[in-house]
């Protein structure tokens, strides 16, 4: 299978904790996307990288939040200090630089107690 | 700024019968795009359709078709011939512009709706 993947698929912290995830995204795809989706709703957008660069950040992602892509392959999203608030479903997507198409993975459900 | 609204929050189908997924979206760009995708409950987002903004024929995929009005900025899913395997959340998305430049790419989201497909 040559499609999105994401770790964890599923992750359960204790508020104050540090979490981690990671997405590695279709092999030859370019920008990569986070986005985070609460119950009940759509994806909403968080950062979106070109190759290494990240290029936009939703006021969303709180300084609590940071995300790389060092190489410009695979990308982490880490959440520090986490909140009850933060608990989500965090979707990671993938598309060619100039596609139309974003792929998504099957995403990281975070539940902080 | 861009929006998608769905208004059908959920919504029930027989097997094999047809169903309209409705979809408005608002935005002051020329150029765009719009998507639909299905979620299932395992949650991964899976992409179905795609029609863009100058493209004069509606999009179909399979027994999936986009019947897209511009004039009255809707964007509805047509799932032809039911099946059970298509009971899911479905949203729809707009791709999203910089006002100056190129897209940034990033989706916009409507709220979803869920279909059940009965037997």
């Known amino acids: 299978d040559t499609g999105v993947s994401q770790d964890p698929r599923h992750k359960i912290t204790k508020r104050g904790q540090n979490v981690t995830f990671r997405c590695d995204p279709i092999?030859?795809?370019?920008?990569l996307y986070w986005y985070r989706q609460t119950l009940g709703q759509g994806p909403e957008f968080l950062t979106y990288?070109?190759?290494?660069?990240?290029?936009?950040k939703s006021r969303l992602l709180s300084d609590r939040f940071s995300a790389e892509r060092p190489k410009g392959s695979f990308s982490t999203l880490e959440i520090q200090r986490t909140e009850q608030g933060d608990s989500a479903m965090y979707l990671c997507?993938?598309?060619?630089?100039?596609?139309?198409?974003?792929?998504f993975g099957p995403g990281t459900r975070l539940l902080v107690l | 700024a861009q929006k998608i609204t769905q208004t059908q929050p959920g919504m029930f189908v027989q097997e094999k019968e047809a169903v309209t997924l409705d979809c408005t979206y608002d935005?002051?760009?020329?150029?765009?795009?719009l998507f639909w995708y299905k979620q299932p409950s395992s949650g991964e987002m899976i992409f179905l359709i795609y029609?863009?903004?100058?493209?004069?024929q509606n999009a179909t995929e399979g027994r999936y078709s986009l019947n897209f009005q511009k004039a009255r900025k809707s964007a509805n899913l047509v799932i032809s011939a039911s099946q059970l395997g298509d009971s899911a959340m479905y949203f729809c998305?707009?791709?999203?512009?910089?006002?100056?430049?190129?897209?940034?790419?990033?989706?916009?989201f409507g709220t979803g709706t869920l279909l059940a497909v009965q037997p």
């Open positions: 990288f070109q190759n290494e660069a990240q290029l936009e």
């Open positions: 998305a707009m791709r999203d512009y910089l006002v100056y430049g190129g897209a940034t790419n990033k989706l916009i």
């Open positions: 935005t002051s760009d020329q150029s765009y795009g």
């Open positions: 997507a993938s598309s060619l630089l100039q596609g139309e198409t974003q792929y």
């Open positions: 029609q863009g903004s100058y493209d004069e």
């Open positions: 092999s030859e795809h370019n920008r």
